[in-house]
């Protein structure tokens, strides 16, 4: 197909799961925008025919000719974790001014498909849910034709962070420690499925809508864990400790990492009794939603992409 989709941000999970399906699916012109130089150069070795561009989104520059002629943004670029503000700031409100600009100024791209998060429809108050608000809602009043997706936790290949590091943390420690009691309820989103709802939005040109996009089961984090450990066959034990303990140690753990892998406002939000909207996302964009346990064994021994490993 040769629909020119743009990736602002498309060196991270969901990126590179997306040009796998897209891939799959037969479209061929896909650009990549990304300041993360490591990712980057994985995603070339992976993918070598796509093209890519070093590029700080938060600054006016050489990407900007990307936009030329492209049909489709899908706009993955976002801060996740960092210990201040300013980096969420650059990364989910700044970068997004940037791009909207190009598209309506420079290029006058016809169609974006923006990835949002459940956050804004829970009650954490922290400086990434803030600045994914700020986010949506810029996009929103943007005048383009846009759809806007609210994805849960999601978990698949190339998973840097999440259910990836809690893996690689399990294979490398005898214990593995469980916060409080555990039964912390998510609805983890296997990212292959929510690619597969993306690239439907692309082909029915999906407009004026937010969906929030949740995983169709409901699973308790420690089940999580052990479901994790059986599929790669660790034999880790895990062990349940008071919360309070745990804080420490991740607020320990920060002192001598600048960009921990898990954050005290991430551990906070994993304990809150969140319980996100499910909406019947199969029938409505026409994707098959792959069980827990089947998409968990295809994460973590899938011949071809399980063992790529990006950078924190």
Same mark, same amino acid.
């Given at each position: 197909?040769?629909?020119?989709?743009?990736?602002?941000?498309?060196?991270?999970?969901?990126?590179?799961?997306?040009?796998?399906?897209?891939?799959?699916?037969?479209?061929?012109?896909?650009?990549?925008?990304?300041?993360?130089?490591?990712?980057?150069?994985?995603?070339?070795?992976? =993918?070598? *025919?796509?093209?890519?561009?070093?590029? @700080?989104?938060?600054?006016? %520059? /050489?990407?900007?000719?990307?936009?030329?002629?492209?049909?489709?943004?899908?706009?993955?670029?976002?801060?996740?974790?960092?210990?201040?503000?300013?980096?969420?700031?650059?990364?989910?409100?700044?970068?997004?001014?940037?791009?909207?600009?190009?598209?309506?100024?420079?290029?006058?791209?016809?169609?974006?498909?923006?990835?949002?998060?459940?956050?804004?429809?829970?009650?954490?108050?922290?400086?990434?849910?803030?600045?994914?608000?700020?986010?949506?809602?810029?996009?929103?009043?943007?005048?383009?034709?846009?759809?806007?997706?609210?994805?849960?936790?999601?978990?698949?290949?190339?998973?840097?962070?999440?259910?990836?590091?809690?893996?690689?943390?399990?294979?490398?420690?005898?214990?593995?420690?469980?916060?409080?009691?555990?039964?912390?309820?998510?609805?983890?989103?296997?990212?292959?499925? =929510?690619? *597969?709802?993306?690239?439907?939005?692309? @082909?029915?040109?999906?407009? %004026? /809508?937010?969906?929030?996009?949740?995983?169709?089961?409901?699973?308790?984090?420690?089940?999580?864990?052990?479901?994790?450990?059986?599929?790669?066959?660790?034999?880790?034990?895990?062990?349940?400790?008071?919360?309070?303990?745990?804080?420490?140690?991740?607020?320990?753990?920060?002192?001598?990492?600048?960009?921990?892998?898990?954050?005290?406002?991430?551990?906070?939000?994993?304990?809150?009794?969140?319980?996100?909207?499910?909406?019947?996302?199969?029938?409505?964009?026409?994707?098959?939603?792959?069980?827990?346990?089947?998409?968990?064994?295809?994460?973590?021994?899938?011949?071809?992409?399980?063992?790529?490993?990006?950078?924190?």
């Amino acid at each position: 197909m040769d629909k020119k989709i743009i990736l602002p941000g498309g060196a991270g999970l969901v990126g590179q799961n997306l040009i796998a399906r897209l891939k799959a699916k037969g479209f061929n012109n896909v650009v990549v925008i990304d300041k993360h130089k490591a990712n980057l150069s994985i995603l070339k070795q992976v =993918f070598p *025919d796509v093209e890519t561009e070093l590029a @700080d989104l938060a600054e006016p %520059g /050489e990407w900007e000719k990307h936009f030329e002629g492209a049909d489709v943004v899908v706009m993955l670029q976002a801060q996740i974790g960092a210990k201040q503000e300013e980096p969420f700031i650059r990364n989910n409100v700044t970068s997004t001014k940037n791009i909207l600009n190009v598209m309506k100024a420079c290029a006058e791209v016809p169609y974006l498909v923006h990835i949002s998060s459940s956050v804004l429809e829970s009650v954490a108050d922290d400086f990434y849910t803030n600045t994914k608000k700020q986010q949506e809602e810029i996009v929103l009043n943007s005048g383009l034709e846009n759809v806007v997706l609210r994805p849960t936790l999601m978990f698949g290949w190339f998973d840097r962070k999440h259910l990836g590091w809690l893996s690689r943390f399990m294979q490398k420690i005898p214990i593995f420690p469980i916060p409080g009691h555990g039964r912390y309820l998510r609805q983890p989103l296997y990212v292959k499925d =929510f690619c *597969d709802i993306i690239i439907a939005c692309i @082909d029915k040109q999906v407009t %004026g /809508e937010v969906y929030n996009i949740s995983g169709l089961e409901k699973i308790n984090y420690i089940d999580i864990i052990r479901e994790i450990r059986q599929a790669i066959k660790a034999k880790t034990l895990i062990l349940s400790i008071p919360y309070g303990l745990f804080f420490v140690l991740i607020k320990i753990w920060s002192v001598f990492d600048s960009d921990p892998p898990f954050t005290i406002n991430q551990l906070q939000a994993l304990v809150l009794p969140d319980v996100f909207e499910t909406i019947d996302w199969p029938a409505i964009f026409g994707v098959n939603s792959t069980p827990f346990s089947q998409a968990i064994d295809e994460t973590f021994n899938d011949a071809t992409y399980s063992q790529v490993k990006l950078e924190f």
